[in-house]
């Protein structure tokens, strides 16, 4: 079955450390996104992708770094620059730019907790 | 700078009765809406979507209808059922120059009382 994955689904992390969530996609989609959302408040877009090998800043981006080496991946590494880490973390995928499926497709998340 | 807005962070709804959520943007540009459910601690999963250059889409009990004179979107659930009560999130995408980005607006909670 074609999905997107992210792991592990708990993540403790002592301060000062990095640590990174995975997500990886079997869809073919060409576009890849990392959101953050907090208690009660919305999807906030940290940093995201069109291609291998490129990707962009979102709102939230300080503190966090990505890498996109292959299309089916799409790794986060939360630094110790991030001063707020502790949060639920969200992975998504879209067919692309040029493609007229609009849907985004969401890993199960990955709750992180800084201790 | 908030580009897709959803106002009402909660709102109560009847058993029965018709759920109206509603979201608002500023991007002119946005090529596609899409409207998203989601239950604590797991992934959004997608409800329905509509093209910028069409007013409604229905699916089933979910109507999407799109204002784009007045830059809003809304989500109706007819009827609510308690299985509706989740957070709902509008997003909208852009397509630009091969590149695509979406952006969610900040979720409304629905709860279908029975």
């Known amino acids: 079955d074609g999905g997107i994955t992210q792991s592990p689904k708990y993540l403790f992390r002592k301060e000062g450390q990095n640590v990174t969530l995975s997500c990886e996609q079997n869809l073919n989609h060409d576009a890849m996104y990392w959101y953050r959302q907090d208690p009660g408040q919305g999807l906030r877009l940290i940093y995201y992708?069109?291609?291998?090998?490129?990707?962009q800043k979102g709102d939230i981006a300080e503190g966090y770094s990505v890498s996109r080496e292959k299309k089916e991946s799409f790794p986060l590494t939360v630094t110790s620059a991030q001063k707020n880490p502790t949060a639920f973390y969200l992975c998504a995928s879209t067919q692309g730019g040029y493609s007229s499926n609009t849907e985004a497709f969401f890993g199960q998340g990955t709750r992180l907790t800084v201790v | 700078d908030q580009q897709v807005k959803q106002n009402s962070p909660s709102l109560s709804v009847q058993e029965g009765r018709i759920s109206i959520l509603n979201c608002d943007y500023t991007?002119?540009?946005?090529?596609?809406f899409l409207w998203y459910k989601k239950y604590p601690a797991e992934g959004p999963t997608f409800l329905i979507s509509i093209s910028s250059i069409k007013d409604k889409n229905e699916d089933g009990r979910f109507t999407v209808f799109l204002n784009k004179s007045a830059k809003h979107l809304s989500l109706h659930i007819v009827p609510s059922q308690p299985g509706d009560s989740a957070v709902y999130f509008c997003a909208a995408i852009l397509n630009s120059g091969g590149y695509q980005k979406v952006t969610f607006g900040t979720g409304t909670k629905l709860q279908v009382i029975p």
């Open positions: 991007n002119s540009m946005f090529d596609y």
């Open positions: 992708s069109q291609i291998v090998n490129d990707f």
